[in-house]
């Protein structure tokens, strides 16, 4: 039983594109989201976060948008910059067990120059 | 440093041997967490210390995992009598406290049972 989803293992864009990486969840206790950004034998960073009162969140070059109704998160990057390759996972925490963070599959991100 | 810090980096051992990984949350964080990446998947939550409350052990997969963390910081994850399904990244991580979702990992120690 997978709560949270990311449908796409890997996406491809052009260098100055917009990358687009989205994320459908189950588990409509939960009420918040977070972007995590992982590079190979590293552990995953933190990259931005939104609560569930909220239905997007920006920080620089990224953007989370949130969508409640349809149980779906998206991350925005634009531009796109060969550095942002990497693999993306979705997290969710709620539900009473508000420290646990529930993982999606991840998404790889590939940025061509 | 200031990151969470993982021991040791890379382990291999024979199936039914004991293994014991180590992590040193950050300074002052008082959660610590302790996930599994197995290949292709996602991380999944292992077990839960905060401050000295009673830990939650909810994710382990099986009596052969156990975790302990003394005196509030460094952290051991033991598993007994390795399997194979047992390799993956294990992965620590830290947060302030209980209210902060935000989670800074380690690099992990990728364990192979062979």
């Known amino acids: 039983d997978q709560q949270v989803k990311q449908n796409s293992p890997s996406l491809s864009v052009q260098e100055g594109r917009i990358s687009i990486l989205n994320c459908d969840y189950t588990?409509?206790?939960?009420?918040?989201f977070l972007w995590y950004k992982k590079y190979p034998a590293e552990g995953p960073t933190f990259l931005i976060s939104?609560?569930?009162?909220?239905d997007k969140n920006e920080d620089g070059r990224f953007t989370v948008f949130l969508n409640k109704s349809a149980k779906h998160l998206s991350l925005h990057i634009v531009p796109s910059q060969p550095g942002d390759s990497a693999v993306y996972f979705c997290?969710?925490?709620?539900?009473?067990?508000?420290?646990?963070?529930?993982f999606g599959k991840g998404t790889l991100l590939t940025v061509n120059p | 440093g200031a990151g969470v810090s993982q021991s040791p980096s890379n382990k291999v051992t024979e199936k039914g041997k004991d293994v014991e990984l180590r992590c040193d949350p950050i300074?002052?964080?008082?959660?610590l967490y302790w996930y599994r990446q197995s290949l292709g998947q996602g991380l999944e939550f292992l077990i839960y210390?905060?401050?000295?409350?009673?830990?939650?052990k909810s994710g382990l997969p099986s009596d052969r995992f156990s975790a302990e963390r003394t005196g509030g910081s460094v952290s051991t994850l033991t598993i007994q009598r390795t399997q194979q399904e047992d390799s993956a990244v294990y992965l620590c991580?830290?947060?302030?406290?209980?209210?902060?979702?935000?989670?800074?990992f380690g690099p992990g120690t990728r364990l192979t049972v062979t």
């Open positions: 210390f905060q401050g000295n409350s009673a830990p939650d």
């Open positions: 939104i609560s569930s009162i909220k």
């Open positions: 588990n409509s206790m939960f009420d918040y």
């Open positions: 991580a830290s947060s302030r406290d209980r209210s902060s979702y935000e989670q800074y």
């Open positions: 300074s002052g964080h008082t959660a």
């Open positions: 997290a969710a925490s709620g539900g009473g067990s508000n420290y646990k963070l529930t």
